[in-house]
Structures are given as C-alpha cells and as structure tokens.
C-alpha cells in the first residue's frame, strides 16, 4: 500500500515497496488510494517489475482514517494477498492509524515499525522478532531505500480500481462515512517568541538567566467536564478536563474494552501515543465506529461539541477536528515532568554528538533529539521530542542544530526558557527562542 502525495511517494511506503520486492519470487502489487493525479508516479513504479493499482473514485474523497481502511479492506479482499506492506505513517496527515484499522478489519496479524526482514524474521524498531507468514500486515520505518529502476526496465499499464469493482457501500465512505470533519484550519503560531542574540561566549549567563526566568501562569477556564483517559498521561488530560477517570485496560482483550467502554459511556477518551496503546486505540475506533484524532494538542468545547485540535501538514497548520460520534477519542503524546535543563540535538548537530554530551555534564542536562535521529537508531526512541515523540517542560531547553519544525516545537513550547544554536540566522528554530547564538556547532 503506497501513499502518494504531491507527485511524490512516501519515504516510508518506498521502504516497504523495497522489501516486498526483496522477497524471493513473490508477485509484487503496488496499490494506492489517491486521485488520477498519482498515475506517472504508479507506472514508474512498474519499472521495478510490479504491477500497480490505482484506487480511485470521486465517492472516496474526504474519507478518514475509518473510512479509508474500510475502502482498503475491500481491496484486500478482492486481490486477497498472501502479505501486506505499508508504510508507518504518511508525510502529510502523520496519523499512523489507517494500517492498524485495516488489520483489524481483515484479520491479520499486525506488526508494526518493522526495519529488517532476514532470513524469514521480521525485525522491529523495539528489538521484537517475529517469523513472517502469510496473513500478515506490516509496516515499516525508514530503513531502506527504494531501488532506481533499470535503464532497460518497462513501463506496464496500471490497473485502476473505482468503487464500481469494489462495492463498498456509499454511506461507509467518503465524507458521509467518516466520523472525523474538520472545522478549521489556520497557521500555527503557537510556540512563537521573541529572540535576542548573543555571542557564544554568553551561554553560561544565558543558562543561569534561563534558570532564573519566570513565567506568569495563565490560568483558562476548563470547559470539558470530564475525560477518560489511557496511559500515563493522567497530568495531560487534567490540563484540558474539570475531572479526569483512567480508563483500566491492563490484561484486557479488545472485546473486553470495548464493553468497558460501553458500560462507562464517557464523552471523551484520550490514548497515549505509544504503540501498543495506539494500536488499542485504533481497533477500538474500527470495532465501536467511533471517530479517533491522532496527536492532539487541544481538547476543548464548543457550542455543545467536542473539538480536538491537532498539528497537520507538517506541522505548520492548526486543525480543528470534530468526531461526529457520541464519543470522542484522540491520542496524545505524554509530557516528561519538569527538569532544570534540556539539550535537544537536531540532525544539523549530529556529527558533533560526542562535544554536546560532554557540554551537557558540564551543565547537568539530559539530551533528547528530533526524529531523524531517532528513526536513524543515533539516539533511542525513548528521548524523541516533538509530535510523534514526548513534550518535556524542563526550566531551560537548549536547541542545537535544529531548524525548526513545528513538529518538533509542539514537544518543547512548555519550557521556561529556550535557548537556540545555529549557524544559520534564517533557520525559522530562531523564532521560538527567547536566546540565541548563530555559530557553528563546531566553534562553540
């Protein structure tokens, strides 16, 4: 299953398109759900030696999560393959939910944040190994790089599926089908300071200063009366919710949440973004049709109605959601309590990542980092900051080398003082700092 977008094919759909054709003598289909627009990308595909299948019709535009995975079980039962590849999340909507829920629908066995295949074991993110067979669905991390196709290769016809062949029923799909609607979007400006500058020299002041900072606690009134919640995000609810109820799942089967659920009827449920909780999330969603907003950052109601607030297009826009469902359900990242300093580590810096832990002794600060360097194994998974990561509220938060992605600000926006370092005075990472210093890592 690939995700096309703008032309372009996800990075993570390339990992796993170049996995599946790794496997010996296997009839490798290249599927995506997207308008004609995606065609030139699908048959250069074809020159790799698979074929491809376009998943097209007007009546599909608008679906969400729940309703794509509902258009893609149909595919699956019409091709009924033996595996399935996909990558972990998209570039574009980032909410890593459609895979799980597709799983869930066909019956197979789910194994996520897949980075090798040998010798029949699928190797995890996490270290987890499993044997690959068939009736399986796998997505993939960035791990491999897709293949150019040769300068002799051919281009095939691609197939294109309309909901004609599939007959999925119309009130399942599309807009009427989906149990998430944005409200509205509007750019991000949250995160934003205003930066002085400083020579290199001044960074010990500007810790000391930083420390020294404080910041007047703006109270909001809360108007969500309550929020069930699952995972260790018991102080993230409270910031949006009067009252808050953890929802109890440990050694619970699916079935077993979905009556607890039932039993309880809460208005709103938040998941932890961590895995296994995700995946729970995700198949509650798809068994009890209850619409699921991915990575939120708000809760809040208006005019009677749920609106969960999320980060979308990189980060850069501000989307309110709404779940047309009498339950409300989002994932959220948890926030690390409170420390005095922080070093956050950007690709930009990673090859003076020996320096920086030296600097951070010297200071007595944990380093955390952006996700390339997570997805790339230089720093665990564990210390990711951002939206796909954790959010930390240290009183100082030093940024080394990063540019700026707002995915990474939502996860450090809550420190008291932000100091950035970089050698480029343009990098945007300069507009959500109270300091800054423009040098080269390696001169610092």
């Not at 029949?120 to 790089?145: A, H, P």
Request: hydrophobic residues 40%; glycine residues 6%.
């Amino acid at each position: 299953m690939l995700k096309i977008y703008k032309g372009d094919l996800n990075p993570f759909d390339e990992c796993a398109l170049e996995f599946a054709l790794r496997i010996p003598n296997a009839k490798v289909t290249a599927l995506a759900m997207a308008p004609l627009s995606a065609k030139p990308a699908l048959e250069n595909i074809t020159r790799l030696g698979a074929d491809a299948v376009l998943v097209c019709d007007n009546t599909f535009a608008g679906s969400d999560t729940i309703a794509t995975a509902k258009i893609l079980a149909k595919v699956v039962e019409y091709y009924n393959p033996d595996l399935v590849f996909a990558g972990r999340k998209s570039i574009d909507g980032s909410t890593a939910q459609t895979p799980i829920m597709l799983a869930d629908l066909i019956r197979y066995e789910f194994i996520g944040r897949v980075i090798d295949i040998n010798e029949g074991n699928v190797i995890t993110r996490g270290g987890n190994k499993y044997s690959l067979k068939t009736k399986q669905l796998l997505t993939f991390e960035k791990s491999k790089l897709l293949r150019s196709p040769s300068i002799f290769s051919t281009q095939k016809e691609i197939t294109i599926l309309t909901n004609k062949e599939l007959n999925v029923d119309k009130e399942l799909i599309g807009q009427r089908g989906s149990k998430t609607i944005v409200r509205k979007t509007y750019i991000n400006e949250s995160g934003r300071r205003f930066c002085d500058f400083f020579k290199k020299e001044e960074l010990d002041n500007l810790i000391k200063t930083g420390l020294e900072k404080t910041i007047e606690e703006v109270t909001e009134e809360k108007s969500v009366e309550e929020i069930y919640y699952v995972g260790d995000i018991r102080n993230v609810s409270l910031a949006f919710a009067k009252r808050v109820v953890e929802l109890e799942i440990n050694n619970k089967t699916i079935e077993e949440i979905c009556l607890k659920i039932k039993e309880k009827h809460p208005k709103i449920i938040l998941w932890e973004e961590k895995e296994e909780i995700k995946e729970l999330a995700c198949q509650v969603a798809i068994r009890m049709g209850i619409g699921l907003c991915a990575e939120c950052t708000n809760v809040r109601m208006e005019n009677g109605k749920v609106i969960i607030t999320r980060p979308a297009l990189g980060g850069d826009i501000m989307a309110d959601i709404e779940c047309t469902t009498p339950i409300s359900m989002a994932t959220i990242n948890k926030t690390k309590e409170e420390e005095d300093i922080a070093f956050v580590v950007g690709k930009g810096a990673v090859q003076y990542l020996p320096k920086i832990r030296e600097m951070a002794k010297k200071y007595d600060a944990k380093i955390y980092c952006t996700r390339p360097l997570a997805d790339n194994g230089i720093i665990d998974y564990l210390y990711q900051v951002g939206l796909s990561g954790i959010s930390i509220t240290p009183k100082v938060c030093v940024l080394i080398g990063l540019s700026g992605s707002v995915q990474t600000i939502v996860g450090i926006n809550k420190s008291k003082a932000v100091i950035a370092i970089n050698k480029l005075r343009k990098e945007k990472v300069f507009d959500y700092a109270d300091y800054g210093i423009v040098i080269d890592i390696k001169d610092l």
